[in-house]
């Protein structure tokens, strides 16, 4: 898909969706901040600059993650080298560090939470540089991500090598075992998380709730405890590293997740 294939696809499925949801799945913390995160590219070659972006900072990543296993070094030089392959093939050449370091973190939780395997459905809410995803699909899990910004979108799909549904494709879609969520539930519109609180029937883990420009951390998980949800914080975090680790779940709804035992592997 071209950049602007992907621009007349969304503009031709917005004048097909409720204004109310076009108005929901815009990217309101990026246009607030007048950020060029959201801004369309008009080619491929411009994607660079996405391909290792928003958690930069080595040295406190490297602290939170504590030392990486050796299956854990080989796969992410692996997904590294991918990206480098994905990449120079869009005429980009970039080779990632920090994105791919920091989606080590969500992944050992995801692995602890939801054994690995094509049957068990994980669901990624705002993927960025994609990493996560890439980490998980290369280990044969069923996997899916939405994504509401051009650019992001369309390095995903270079990255990830498949088929990836637009977020208008996606919409009340929140069908899975586990959704994770990375930096960005207090990045979304109020009404978009109001959807996701409502429509979902599963654990939904959040490694870091994003900036508090657009809303307070404690609005965002207000609004899931009125709707019922129970809320466990699986890592406290610091404000500067944006690291808390919580697992949110459903009201009335049978786990989908063995959170003893999770919280047994996680130390």
Known sequence: MTP?????????????LP????????????????QDWCKPVERLDQLGPWVDCMHE?????????????????????????????ASQAIGC???????????????????????AGADRYVLELGP???YLGALLLNEGNGYRGMEVTQPFYLWQRALWRCDHD????????YDADLIVACHMLNEMSEAALRMLIAGARCPVLVEGWGSQGVRQRGRSIGLFRAAGWDCHTLAEGDTVSNHRIDLLLPPGEPRT???????????
């Open 4 to 16: 602007q294939e992907y621009l007349a696809a969304e503009a031709d499925a917005c004048k097909r």
């Open 19 to 34: 204004p109310e949801i076009v108005a929901a799945f815009k990217p309101v913390a990026f246009e607030a901040y007048a």
């Open 57 to 85: 900072g080595t040295e406190r990543i490297w602290r939170n993650l504590g030392g990486l296993t050796e299956y854990e070094l080989e796969t992410i030089e692996e997904i590294a080298g991918m990206a480098v392959q």
């Open 93 to 115: 050449r970039r080779r990632p560090r920090d994105a791919l370091l920091q989606a080590v973190i969500p992944w050992r939780y995801v692995r602890a939470l939801v054994p």
């Open 128 to 130: 960025g540089s994609g």
């Open 166 to 173: 637009p977020w208008w494709q996606q919409v009340h879609d």
């Open 257 to 267: 997740v063995d959170l003893a035992a999770a919280l047994k592997v996680l130390g």
